[in-house]
Every structure is written in C-alpha cells, then in structure tokens.
C-alpha cells in the first residue's frame, strides 16, 4: 500500500557525524557487499573494472569544500544514503505498492517481486537516494539493513545497519530516532543535529551532526621562501644546477 | 531530466489520440461527425495512437510483465490512476468504434461519446499530473503542466480530427475554426509556461542540502563519490545546453504554432486545398510536439543534484 502509514511506531534511522567523519568509503563498501549478497540482491554493476563503470549503491560518499561566511574552509566528507523520510512521495507516487513505509518501525523498502521498474520513486526522491538496477529492472535503495537488524542468527553485535558496524571512526550510529531518551536521539539534541533539505518537508528521519566550530580552523600562515637576492654565490648554484641536469 | 524516446513517443502519440477521441465524440454528440466509415476510421486512428503510446510507455520499464500491478495503487499514484483512466477509457470508446463497425442503430451513442470524452479528458490529466506532482523538479511542479497537457493534447487531436474529415472530403467550416482556436490556445498556454519557469531560479540551495556553510557560507563538491557518473546523474543530471535549448524551443514554436496556424488560416482564407494544408500543419505539429517534449524533459532540473555540484534547483 502506498498511502503512508498516519504514524510509525518507531522512527529507525542513523545519525551521522560529519566531524569525525574521515570518508574512508569502508561504510559504502560494506554496504555494498552486504546487500549484494542479502535482501533485493544482487545489486549489479556494470563495467565494473573498465573505462566506463556503474552500478547500484545505496550508499554514497561525498566530500565538499564548505566555507563559512568568514572564509574559514573545511573538508566535509558526506556519507549519503536514504534517510527513511516520514512524509516521502516516493512512496505515494509508487503505482504498484512495491514501495512503501513500514509502520512498526518507519524504514521505507522496495518490494523487488512486484516493483515494476518505472523509475517514478527516483524521480521523487530529493535525495537521489534510490538507484535502479538495469540488470534487475528493479529500483534498490537503503534498507537500514532490514535483514540484519532483526536477525537472531547472527551475534547480538552485529545486529547493527552493516555501514554502522564498518565505520572505523564511529560517526554512524543506528537507533530509535522516535524515542527521544534514545542516544541517538540525545546525540542529536546535544549537538545540534539537523536534516538535509529541511525545507523541502519529507521530515527525514536520518540526521547529520555538524562539523564542531572548533575543528574548523583558519590555516597557518605559510612562510613566504626568500626571493633570490642575486648574489655571486646564488649565480654559481644556478649555474651548478644547470650544468648537472644537462 | 534524461529524455527517455519511450516516454516522448507515449506522451505524445497517446495526447493525439485522446485528443482526437475527445472532439471526435463531442462531434458525434453535436450530430457534426459524419457516420459511417469516417466515423469508423477516426476512432480507430485515436485508439490506434493511444494504445501505441501505452505500449511504448511500457518499453522503458524493468519488468512490463507485471504492470497489472500499476492499477492498484489509484489511492496515491497519478501514474495508476493515468493507467486506471486509460483502461477505463477503452471501454466507451471500443464500443462506439464496435457500434460505428456494425453499423448498428443505437439509441445511446452519445451516452458513449460523452464517457469517451470524459475518459480522454481524465487519462491526459493524469498523465500531466505525473509530472506536475514532483516537487523535485521546479519546472514540472506548476499548476499549467497538466493544462500544457491538456491544451496539446486537444491542438493535436483538432488538427487529426480536420485532416480525416477533409480526406473523406466533409472538411466543414468549423473544422478550420476549431483547430485553430485550439492551436492558439495551446501556444499560448506553453509560451506562458515557459515565461513561468525562466522567472524560477529555483528555491533550493546546496547549502540547505548539505546544511553545512552555516549563515552566508558556501559548498562546493571536492571528490565526487564515484568515478563514472552514477544512475542519479544520468537520470536526473542529464542537461541541454542554453543555446541549444533556445534553438530547440524557437524550432519548436514554429514547427507545433505558426506553421499550423498559418496553414489552418489558409484553409479558412482559401478551403479548396484543405487536406493538402490540415496534412502539412499535422505533420508540422508532430515533429513540434515531439520537440516539445523533448525539451520538457531536458529543460528539467532537479534538485538530487544539488549534491552533485548544481548550486540551485
Ligand atoms: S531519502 Fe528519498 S528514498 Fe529515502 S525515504 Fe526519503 S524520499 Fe524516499
Ligand atoms: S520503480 Fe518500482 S518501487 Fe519505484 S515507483 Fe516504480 S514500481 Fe514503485
């Protein structure tokens, strides 16, 4: 069904660090070899060591220049995956149902036996979240790792989205993001978590928190090197160097 | 936008032949469509297109064997209730084409010409609603995008309407009237659309995207996330160049407006070589709309690739 359900029970999402962030890719790579191997998989590439590669990932990494209105400048790398919005028209506009939202626990699927492959849930998605698989002819996105978060067969550790149990920096962390005594929730509050596109009104369940002002910092001065004075001696080295680079 | 052949080809191919059903049936109800075999003819050519169109629309899908499917979300999804109204259109309008086949004598034709007329009316909204519910793109998310539909779909299907009645020689006076009053409205319709969406830069930033360079900061991208460009990009990163999208639109102003209405307007001025004139203004308006088309999916941005480096959208 894709009418949205009224309210979920829980909010399930990940809360991202883009301080500590080191964009080390680890979280896509895991994602990737979980999901090929799981739920909806495999997810195909095409061309993957040639001239010319694609496939579909459901988790992405940038890295952006942000600079602030003083002109200080910072990396920022920026993981980007879906974020399991509560009012998302890639469900509504789905035609077959396929795409829906789970009321008991918020996290938005692809149902890829009956997902027809008309890309419409892409073309709804702000966050160029979802990707099509062509050799599936099925749309695939982000599950917040439905197959592992509830599984019993695998140790209670590792009952975490794959991408969050990869990061060797620790800035993904999964959780109940509706329970407002969840860390994750009180780590949002701490430090000023937001979402991406607030404006927009898909009410993104996942949140970022923000680079720390503190390790935004202006660069060190860099010495200027002693412009050439052109004396005797620095003619000989120019000279020296000349004739023993012949 | 990326401008997908199959989607062009439906939009426009399945416009026309609801266009021609819609005044083919409201001819028919207005006791002007000439019975017979025209009748029989001009209703097959509209059923013929649509269902050219339908097909051809489920080329670009994965998986078209399991596009039953798409009736059943009607509750939410303008592309099912698109496919319900389509089906539901097939109904009415079979029938009357069986009805004209025949040659029976029924009371209630009209009865069917109207539901054709509203089963047209209906599907072309829907397909223009497809569209013009995306918030994600600025350029599809307007009030005119399904009028656009509309008003084309009804200029294609007058002018198909003219050429088959002339070329069963029943080319009468309010033929020229009709298409080009329709024409007329049509081209008014997308030049104001067009004025809409030069004057929206776009509300989005890729500041609000990311949420990082705080008050008055700025983003740029510094390593893409993939080497090659992603499904994202070429789906909705797909750009036309400004001056090639200028071309494009004077070419198709041309080719979909003035060429037909000048030549409607010598078949008013001047009836004796009416089907001569309604076949160039149809042929005309065919590579106009498809032109149209085209550039309503290139001219399109959207607001995913604000992350890929677009500072607005
Ligand atoms: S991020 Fe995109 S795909 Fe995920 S729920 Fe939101 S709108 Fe849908
Ligand atoms: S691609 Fe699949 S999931 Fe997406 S809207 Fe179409 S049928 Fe639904």
Redesign the interface.
């Known amino acids: 069904m894709t009418c949205l359900p009224k309210k979920t029970d829980k909010k399930l999402g990940l809360v991202i660090d883009l301080d500590i962030c080191v964009g080390c890719q680890a979280c896509a790579t895991s994602c990737k070899e979980w999901n090929t191997s799981g739920y909806s998989a495999p997810l195909s590439d095409h061309d993957p060591y040639g001239a010319d590669p694609s496939g579909a990932w459901l988790n992405r990494i940038h890295s952006f220049e942000a600079t602030s209105a003083e002109g200080l400048a910072k990396t920022v790398h920026f993981p980007r995956s879906c974020l399991h919005c509560e009012e998302p028209d890639c469900v509504t506009v789905c035609p077959t149902g396929a795409s829906y939202k789970r009321e008991e626990d918020g996290i938005v699927l692809v149902n890829p036996d009956t997902c027809i492959g008309c890309k419409l849930c892409s073309w709804a998605c702000p966050y160029g979240a979802r990707e099509y698989d062509y050799d599936d002819g099925v749309m695939k996105k982000c599950t917040l790792c439905v197959d592992r978060i509830y599984n019993e067969n695998i140790p209670e550790e590792d009952r975490v989205p794959s991408c969050v149990r990869a990061c060797p920096t620790g800035a993904r962390a999964f959780g109940d993001l509706g329970d407002p005594n969840s860390e994750v929730s009180q780590s949002v509050a701490e430090r000023d978590g937001f979402n991406l596109l607030d404006e927009f009104g898909y009410k993104p369940v996942n949140k970022y928190l923000p680079p720390r002002i503190n390790s935004v910092q202006a660069a060190p001065a860099v010495e200027e090197p002693a412009a050439p004075d052109g004396s005797r001696l620095e003619k000989l080295f120019a000279w020296a160097d000349k004739a023993l680079s012949r | ?1 990326h401008p997908a052949y199959s989607v062009i080809v439906f939009t426009t191919s399945s416009g026309a032949g609801y266009g021609l059903l819609f005044w083919l049936s409201l001819a028919h109800m207005a006791g002007r469509l000439p019975g017979g075999v025209m009748a029989f003819v001009a209703i097959t050519l509209a059923l013929a297109l649509i269902t050219a169109g339908l097909v051809s629309s489920t080329l ?5 064997e ?2 039953i ?5 009607w ?6 209730r698109e ?1 319900v109204a389509a089906v539901a259109t097939y109904i009415p309008a079979g029938l009357l084409g069986l009805i004209w086949l025949v040659g029976a004598e029924v009371g209630f034709t009209n009865i069917l010409a109207m539901l054709s007329a509203i089963g047209a009316v209906a599907t072309v909204y829907c397909t223009g609603m ?1 569209y013009g ?5 600025r350029q599809w998310n307007k009030g005119l995008t399904p009028v656009v539909y509309l008003a084309l779909a009804g200029a294609t299907g007058s002018l198909l309407l003219a050429l088959l009645m002339s070329f069963f020689g029943a080319a009468a006076a309010w033929l020229g009237a009709l298409t080009l009053v329709s024409l007329v409205v049509a081209g008014a319709i997308k030049l104001a659309y067009w004025r809409q969406i030069d004057a929206d830069p776009g ?2 930033t890729a500041e ?25 990009m ?3 990163g797909y750009q036309v160049a400004r001056k090639h999208a200028a071309r494009l639109r004077r070419l198709s102003i041309i080719t979909l407006f003035v060429v037909p209405i000048g030549a409607v307007t010598m078949v008013i001025l001047a009836p004796g070589a009416a089907s001569m004139l309604y076949l160039i203004a149809t042929l005309a308006a065919a590579w106009g709309v498809a032109t149209e088309r085209w550039l309503f999916f290139a001219d399109a941005d ?7 480096g677009a500072t607005r959208a």
Not at chain 2, 60 to 64: D, E, F, K, N, R
Request: charged share 10%.
């Open positions: 936008m670009h899908l994965g998986h078209p399991r596009a499917g798409a009736f059943s979300q509750r939410s999804s303008w592309l099912s496919g497809i519910s995306l918030r994600t793109i509300q989005y609000m995207a990311t949420g990082l360079g705080g008050q008055g900061g700025s983003v740029v991208p510094l390593d893409p996330p993939h080497t090659k460009p992603n499904f994202v070429r789906e909705m959207h607001v995913s690739q604000l992350f890929y």
